[in-house]
């Protein structure tokens, strides 16, 4: 369960942020999504934040560091989505 939520993450990252030349078994779950690893900027940051609300009808604080750690990783983000979606 958790691979596939992983993966669905890893599309919606791909598809929100335009990323036509990657896949998503290109991106380790692990991988940092900001500054080192992926790269991802601050703009990015909110255009997946709204990816994720649309997909899974969740909500986060946009300064929280509690969403920071969130988006740490795609692995992060799924056990977030995971929890989220299980309330």
Known sequence: M????EHEIKSLLIEALNLEDMTPEAID???ALFVKGLGLDSIDAL???LALQK???ISM???SEETRRHFG????LA?????ARSR
């Open 29 to 31: 779950p692990e991988q």
């Open 79 to 83: 056990q977030f989505v995971g929890t």
């Open 73 to 76: 990783s795609i692995r992060a």
């Open 55 to 57: 997909r899974y009808g």
């Open 61 to 63: 604080s946009a300064d």
């Open 2 to 5: 958790q691979d596939q939520l």
């Open 47 to 49: 255009e997946l934040g």
